[in-house]
C-alpha cells in the first residue's frame, strides 16, 4: 500500500488539541456557552475515537484546530460584550 503523504496526529498532539478545547471552554462567561462547548468538545473526540485511517484522522485533526481558533475567537469577543451578570448556574448557594 502507498503512502499517500498525510501524516496522522500523535496521540499526544491529539490530547493537546482536546485539553486546549476544554481550556478555552473554561475561558467562557455564560454557563450555558461553557457547557455546550465542552459537551461539544468531548463528543467530537469520542465520535472520531475510532478512527483508524491517516486520512481521516489528519482530517478530524486540522478540523479541530480550526474549532480551537474559531472557540479561541469567540472567547475573546465574548468576553469584551458578554453582560456582567452571572448566571444561576455560576452562584454559589450560601
Request: hydrophobic share 40%.
Amino acid at each position: 500500500m502507498a503512502a499517500s503523504g498525510v501524516s496522522a496526529p500523535t496521540r499526544t498532539e491529539v490530547l493537546h488539541l482536546y485539553r486546549s478545547l476544554l481550556r478555552v471552554a473554561r475561558q467562557f462567561g455564560d454557563y450555558n456557552i461553557r457547557e455546550y462547548t465542552k459537551v461539544r468538545t468531548s463528543d467530537a473526540f469520542r465520535d472520531n475515537k475510532s478512527l483508524t485511517d491517516p486520512s481521516q484522522l489528519a482530517a478530524a485533526f486540522s478540523d479541530g484546530k480550526a474549532q480551537l481558533e474559531v472557540a479561541k475567537r469567540q472567547a475573546l469577543v465574548y468576553s469584551l460584550y458578554a453582560p456582567k451578570v452571572k448566571s444561576i448556574m455560576d452562584i454559589n448557594p450560601s
